[in-house]
């Protein structure tokens, strides 16, 4: 069984999951296009998406407040295993019905929302970690739907900066990343 959020989860997944194990133990504190984050800031905050969001598909109760460290044992391959059964709760179709009690808003959004996590801090991670990035085409739809329904919001709750003008030839990801505030151009200062 699978549903329209499971499906797209399934095509963002494995690349950050890739991303993710690529990310050396050096990198831990380089940073990233978002400013409070470091790569290990990051990467707690994906280990977070993949636990709330299981929780959110089944309407529990999810706590952003705290962001333990998953950096712990073999972190690369529980973050995939978090990531597989995120999948894997959005593919109930019931997970779709109606709107998150703990968050307020309907669950399809809020599944949009994990799918712009995956595309947007996987960007960050790569450019973080001089890793190859490639978004599923498929993708850039959901991702330019959630901000365009969303965007307004997340900026007044400062999980986007201000929109920033794209720099001519910027491609659909560019623009994408543009609306939530990041340069698309942004690349890690390498230390001398």
């Known amino acids: 069984m699978s549903t329209e959020i499971s499906d797209l989860l399934g095509r963002a997944v494995p690349a950050t999951a890739a991303l993710v194990a690529g990310v050396r133990d050096e990198q831990l504190g380089q940073a990233t296009p978002c400013a409070e984050f470091t790569v290990r800031d990051l990467l707690n ?3 977070q998406v993949a636990r ?5 598909a089944a309407r529990q109760d999810v706590d ?4 333990p460290d998953s950096l712990t044992g073999d972190w690369r ?5 978090h990531a597989h059964d ?3 709760a959005w593919a109930d179709p019931a997970a779709l019905d109606g709107v998150s009690p703990g968050m307020g808003l309907p669950q399809r959004t809020l599944g949009l929302m994990m799918v712009v996590d995956l595309v ?3 960007w960050d991670l790569a450019r973080a970690t001089g890793q190859p990035y490639t978004v599923d085409a498929g993708l850039l739809a959901p991702t330019a739907e959630f901000l365009d329904i969303m965007g307004d919001m997340g900026r007044k ?8 003008p794209a720099p001519d030839g910027t491609d659909r990801l560019g623009e994408l990343l543009a609306v939530t505030g990041r340069d698309p ?3 890690a200062t390498v230390p001398e």
């Open 45 to 47: 905050h994906l280990f």
């Open 52 to 56: 709330n969001f299981q929780l959110l």
């Open 64 to 67: 952003w407040t705290d962001t």
């Open 77 to 81: 391959a529980d973050f995939r295993s």
């Open 86 to 88: 995120m999948i894997i």
């Open 120 to 122: 947007v801090h996987g």
């Open 157 to 164: 709750m400062g999980a986007f900066g201000p929109a920033v």
């Open 185 to 187: 151009r942004w690349h």
